[in-house]
């Protein structure tokens, strides 16, 4: 059974593919697709995956620092969201959008993945897997992309 960390792993190289789509077409409709699969992805691990990991005290400082990064995220994504696609401060801002996930997702998978690893049972991590199934599921029907 998938646990947890296969179904991050596996939206992470799908949100890096759509992002470097978005580079190269510059279009706003393909930044809307990188926002519709970052936006849940977020929340979800927000909800359902680090609240687990803020329970056990060593790891409160991984998880702030990952909270962080959440929040320049959704920043970036706001700001592109605001802005015109094609002009050379969209090109700039979605550099930056590459570089910021590509640290955060290169964070999860090399610190915090291992860590929780070591605090989760295989069990905890398959069943995390299936509720942050379902939250996505109900979180794209309530946020419908444009
Ligand atoms: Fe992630
Ligand atoms: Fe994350």
């Known amino acids: 059974m998938e646990t947890i960390y296969d179904i991050l792993k ?3 190289r799908q949100v890096s593919d759509l992002i470097q789509q978005a580079m190269r077409d510059g279009s706003k ?3 809307y697709k990188v926002k519709a699969k970052t936006d849940p992805h977020l929340q979800g691990e927000e909800k359902l995956f680090y609240p687990l990991l803020k329970e056990k005290e060593d ?3 991984l998880v702030n620092h990952a909270y962080e990064e959440h929040n320049e995220i959704k920043s970036i994504s706001s700001e592109l969201e605001n802005m015109d696609p094609g002009s050379s401060d969209w090109t700039s801002k979605i550099k930056e959008l590459d570089q910021t996930v590509s640290h955060h997702v290169d964070e999860e998978e090399n610190k915090v993945f291992p860590a929780a690893q070591k605090v989760l049972s295989e ?3 398959q069943q995390i897997a299936q509720q942050y199934l379902d939250f996505e599921k109900s979180f794209k029907q309530q946020h419908p992309m444009p």
């Open 10 to 12: 596996a939206e992470h």
């Open 29 to 31: 409709e393909t930044f």
């Open 59 to 61: 790891l409160g400082e």
């Open 123 to 125: 069990d905890k991590a």
